[in-house]
Each structure stands twice: as C-alpha cells, then as structure tokens.
C-alpha cells in the first residue's frame, strides 16, 4: 500500500484576476523508502501540488479537487481538519529557505526544542534529542550548535538544521522543497548524500522539488515532469534521463551544464601572443 497516493489533484487560486488553474488532475504515489520527484521549471506547479497535498495553502484562497490519501486510509482533500494530523507526524515538510524559515532573533535550540515539544517531547529532555538530531544530520559540535542564532550559521548547515526538525516527529514521509537550490554545489552534495543515508537508515519516503534535471537524477527512483500545472512525462528515473519522449523533458536534459573539450593549445597560443 502506497504511503502517499495522489489521484487526479487539481488546484484552482482565487486571484484578484480571477481563478487561476495552478495544478490541472495530477496522479502520482509515493512508498517507504524511494523518492519521488516533481521536476519541472519555475511556476510549472511542482511546489503548489506539494503545498496542497500538505493542506499548507491559503484557506478561501485555494480550492482543491481529487483526493489525497494517507497509507490508504484518510484523505485530505475530502477532510481538510484531518490534515492537522498529518502534517508534523506523518509527513514534515523541508523548506526552501533557511534564511526565512528559521527565526533569526531565537537560538537553534529554542526552536527545535519547540518542534520536539509540539511532538510530545518532555521539556526536560528536548535539549538532549535535539542535540541528538543534530548529530544525525552530520552538524559539528552539536552541543555548541543548540546555543548558537540562525546567523552564526553557514547555509549548509542550517538547511540541516531545518531537516533536524523534520525529522523530530519521525515522520513516514518527507517532502523536501528545493532543499538545495540556496546551496553551491559542494554543499548540495552533502545535502543530498544526508537525505539519502537517512532514508536508507530510516525507510522514509522522499517527495522531492526541484527544478534541477541533474539532483533529480542522482536521488529519485521515479520522476514526474511537470509544466503549466500537469505531468508532461513520468516514469523510472534511468528510463526519463536516457530517452525522454516529451520535447519539454528534453530541454531540460540539454540545459544541464557540461563541460566541454579542454583547449589546451588555444590557450597555451593566447598566452604567447600576449608575449
């Protein structure tokens, strides 16, 4: 039984323009243990369809169809309150921006001590399993870390601090929104190695977003290519990257940079002109 099952999700906004039809009947399903990953360039729909299936959208702003449901049971388009037990249990959403998703004026400790509280976690023993969480997302001297404010962090490090409190309810499913796209490439690699070791270690499942066709490739079991609100092209990660059948899917394959032939007697000719 899928842990997610999303069957024919559509979102309509109210805008002051009108009704604006973000996400057109979108089908996809998620189990333990492999990530699933929207792809698609900005505005195409991939973190609107997220946000719904989170219920984390504006109430009276955005109506949702189809249904969503949880290992086969509730679904919350047709139960939107049962969202609320969903959300920080089942499935804990990473977002895009650890500079704006943390609190800059209370420390690390003070907020994942929040989110394990919200948890159930005794007050008594939150600094201990917050600590302990930090350690688990490879953060340095954890213990010195919980005192510290957002800023005396690097960005690396506070998008793990962003998967720590993800990670405080234990949750079934993560849904990662462009967790690197504020990372250089280095530090993109550490991220995506981490969610992949704690996938393994824990068998969570992964919605994964992102606009990049390369991160897709190197995470994702399955991958659905979205534009203007619907799946262009889904199926095996192997079967999506070596031969796209949708001219959308392969433009996105041709904007991957590469490196091209190294030029070494251009260059070594420049340099003697210059002399």
Same mark, same amino acid.
């Given at each position: ?14 805008? #002051? ?30 973190? =609107? =369809? ?92 954890? #213990? ?21 409190? #993800? ?18 490439? =280095? ?89």
């Amino acid at each position: 039984m899928p842990l997610l099952e999303v069957e024919d999700l559509g979102v309509e906004l109210i805008t #002051a323009n009108g009704v604006i039809k973000a996400v057109d009947t979108v089908s996809f399903t998620v189990n333990r243990g492999e990530t699933v990953t929207l792809i698609g360039e900005s505005g195409s729909g991939k973190s =609107t =369809t997220a946000m719904g299936v989170l219920r984390l959208l504006p109430e009276g702003l955005a109506v949702l169809s189809g249904s969503v449901r949880w290992e086969g049971g509730v679904d919350t388009v047709a139960d939107p309150k049962a969202a609320k037990k969903i959300r920080g249990r089942v499935a804990s959403l990473i977002p895009q921006d650890p500079m704006t998703a943390l609190s800059p004026v209370h420390t690390i400790g003070a907020q994942l001590g929040e989110a394990l509280r919200l948890r159930g976690v005794p007050r008594k023993d939150a600094r201990d399993r917050g600590v302990e969480l930090l350690d688990q997302v490879r953060i340095s001297e954890p #213990a010195r870390r919980w005192r510290a404010y957002p800023h005396q962090l690097s960005g690396g490090m506070l998008q793990r601090v962003l998967i720590a409190m #993800a990670l405080a309810a234990e949750p079934a499913l993560l849904v990662a929104d462009e967790p690197t796209s504020a990372l250089d490439v =280095t530090v993109q690699a550490g991220i995506l190695d981490l969610l992949l070791e704690l996938q393994e270690r824990a068998g969570v499942g992964i919605l994964m977003i992102t606009h990049d066709l390369g991160v897709a490739r190197l995470v994702s079991d399955r991958i659905h290519v979205m534009r203007d609100g619907r799946f262009v092209e889904s199926g095996e990660v192997e079967q999506v990257t070596a031969n796209p059948r949708d001219p959308y899917t392969r433009k996105l394959l041709d904007a991957i940079p590469r490196l091209g032939p190294w030029q070494e007697p251009a260059l070594t000719s420049a340099s003697e002109g210059a002399q």
